[in-house]
């Protein structure tokens, strides 16, 4: 395979917690890393051409060299890995922020596509497309019956902008089919959920990775909070397993003071680089909170460790991931790639937040498991900090290395100690999914409430908890929901609101009970 290097170092996200890598940005000199003919490299080449000219039987050289590389890469550290080319596909196009299709949330619905919501203001919200809709043919090819999978649904949507494809769609609610023709526009894959005032003066930006137009999301957030009031700025990283560093450095450079540092980073040659703020911050003044949890990584503590290290404002929730090294990207000719670790980064009073992976990449990734079981998701107590990694931060406050960033105030998981798969389960697509059904039985059951009506009717009814409660059983997932009635009912209200109004109001619901919510209000006030 012929390579093309590209000069694009990457910070993996958590790949546990996201299921994709993630990157970031890192200059570096233009070096040639295939120049040497050592004995290592020759050796690896000859086998290969030997299998392919000699071996017995047909063999797939292709799979074999990626298995050898997978294996290699496995042997250095967690994070350097190598990325097939439909997968690093999907990653290129999640980190550009945006593709070219028909705008639609969809799933497979039994044996059709159904639209969960067209995207606002994208092109099938404008053709007049609507939730429920089954799109049964793309041009002439049958998209019903078939179980496609995902890439080959994708293919048919997706295509050139300006490029016309005619939907054949199925609308329930009518009862008849219809043809619609769409012109394929951009659409943007939006890493700023939201940007809303939680109240009069506190603005909110939930960014959910960091992708290359997530400092223009975050900058145009910001400047409508601003212009709406806000004086004070929680930044939500939670679950937020990184992306590119230049995008956290960005956000930084907002709410720092002119030639505070930001990050540094170290390679093998012991050369650093520092990154510092400049004059140029938006948001130098207003306090700054930053929510994080087990599952913020990589440039998500970059940016935490920033706010944290210079003093700039509080660390809110329970202890990051610990990720603290930087990947460089290095594509293939057959559009696979692979991302090598080349460097530590640094946060400014000069802590490494990597967690140890000298023990194998099985028991690294099993350590986040570990944290339920130690009780530290409940207990600040419980979170093992070492005395040697201890760091000051320009006004004294005690700072830790070694594993991640330990907040300013601890926040609980909000169910009790057993029940922490109920977290993940309401933030899954499960919920979505349940949702939709319930939805498409009969759409006309909230038809004409107001925003308000429908909250206080789901509120007083406990007819779609035991529904869900039903779902599961029936699925073979014996999980009891009792003891978290509430946050049940609070996810199920929320994906509800997302699927009939939007994604605004998804969040009004979530984060009116959110405890990190609650504990930034309660400092402000």
Not at 197 to 214: H, M, P, Q
Request: proline share 2%; no cysteine.
């Amino acid at each position: 395979m012929k390579t093309n290097i590209k000069y694009l170092p990457i910070l993996f996200g958590a790949t546990l917690a996201l299921g994709f890598a993630l990157g970031g940005l890192l200059n570096s000199s233009n070096e040639n890393y295939f120049s040497a003919n050592n004995t290592s490299k020759t050796k690896l080449n000859k086998l290969i051409d030997f299998i392919d000219n000699e071996y017995v039987d047909d063999v797939n050289t292709d799979s074999i060299v990626n298995i050898t590389v997978d294996n290699i890469l496995g042997q250095l550290d967690p994070h350097s890995a190598y990325m097939p080319p439909s997968e690093q596909a999907q990653i290129a196009e999640s980190m550009k922020g945006d593709f070219v299709g028909i705008g639609v949330n969809f799933y497979m619905y039994k044996d059709s596509l159904a639209i969960i919501k067209p995207v606002e203001d994208g092109p099938s919200e404008k053709a007049g497309i609507k939730a429920g809709d089954r799109i049964l043919y793309a041009g002439k090819t049958k998209l019903f019956g078939r179980k496609l999978p995902s890439d080959s649904l994708f293919a048919n949507l997706k295509g050139e902008q300006g490029s016309v494809v005619e939907l054949t769609i199925y609308r329930k609610s009518e009862r008849k089919k219809i043809k619609v023709k769409i012109k394929r526009d951009v659409i943007p894959l939006k890493s700023v959920d939201v940007a809303v005032l939680l109240n009069g003066s506190v603005g909110y930006i939930k960014i959910n990775r960091f992708a290359e137009t997530t400092f223009e999301e975050f900058k145009a957030g910001l400047s409508k909070l601003k212009k709406e009031g806000a004086k004070t700025l929680v930044i939500d990283l939670r679950d937020n397993g990184g992306g590119y560093m230049d995008e956290a450095i960005e956000i930084a450079d907002e709410l720092l003071k002119d030639k505070q540092l930001i990050v540094f980073t170290k390679n093998k040659r012991g050369s650093v680089k520092k990154t510092y703020a400049t004059k140029k911050g938006d948001f130098l003044n207003g306090h700054v909170f930053v929510l994080i949890n087990e599952n913020s990584a990589s440039a998500s503590e970059i940016l935490a460790g920033a706010i944290q290290d210079n003093d700039r404002g509080t660390i809110v929730g329970r202890r990051s991931f610990g990720k603290g090294l930087v990947q460089r990207e290095m594509d293939f000719e057959d559009g696979s790639a692979v991302r090598l670790t080349v460097a530590r980064y640094y946060t400014p009073t000069g802590r490494s937040i990597q967690k140890p992976y000298s023990k194998g990449n099985e028991q690294y990734y099993k350590e986040s498991e570990s944290r339920f079981e130690k009780g530290e998701l409940y207990e600040k107590d419980s979170i093992k900090v070492v005395d040697s990694l201890k760091f000051k931060t320009p006004k004294g406050k005690i700072v830790y290395g070694g594993g991640g960033i330990v907040p300013d105030i601890f926040i609980p998981l909000e169910v009790e100690h057993g029940d922490e798969n109920i977290v993940y389960l309401m933030q899954s697509g499960i919920v979505g999914n349940f949702v939709f059904e319930q939805l498409d039985q009969n759409r006309s059951v909230f038809k004409g409430f107001s925003f308000q009506g429908f909250v206080s009717k789901m509120n007083d009814s406990n007819l779609y908890f035991n529904r869900f409660q039903n779902k599961l059983y029936e699925n073979g997932l014996d999980i009891k929901l009792a003891n978290s009635k509430a946050i049940v009912k609070r996810y199920l209200t929320a994906e509800f609101a997302r699927q009939l109004y939007g994604e605004s109001n998804y969040y009004e619901i979530v984060l009116k009970e959110d405890a990190m919510i609650k504990a930034v209000l309660k400092d402000k006030s």
